[in-house]
């Protein structure tokens, strides 16, 4: 019977050592890309905080994408506010 929670154990702690050096799983986040470049990119704790960007000249044809992430997962029913010059 040690012998069975001896191994036990053992498992547990080498599990919990193997996870403890992956990346952070899920979480909460967003990206910002122009034309498929990343321009602002705000995950964990950074979400409390308002950014604002300020893109140069653009043409009608750039593409802007905004990526929500939820605990490893694409967003949905999400708000963002894009604004001009004139608000």
């Known amino acids: 019977m040690k012998s069975i929670i001896s ?12 996870l ?4 952070n799983f ?4 967003f990206e910002i ?3 498929g470049k990343v321009v602002l990119q705000q995950f964990g704790k950074d979400m409390n905080s308002v950014k604002n960007l300020q893109l140069g000249p653009v043409s009608a044809s ?3 994408t905004i990526r929500y ?3 490893g997962h694409i967003g ?6 894009v604004k001009d010059e004139q608000g």
């Open 26 to 29: 899920g979480g909460e986040g």
């Open 76 to 81: 949905k029913n999400r708000i963002i506010t």
């Open 69 to 71: 992430h939820h605990c």
């Open 7 to 18: 191994k036990a154990m053992m498992l547990l702690v080498t599990t919990a050592a193997l």
């Open 62 to 64: 750039d593409k802007l």
């Open 33 to 35: 890309l122009l034309d």
């Open 20 to 23: 403890s050096f992956s990346p």
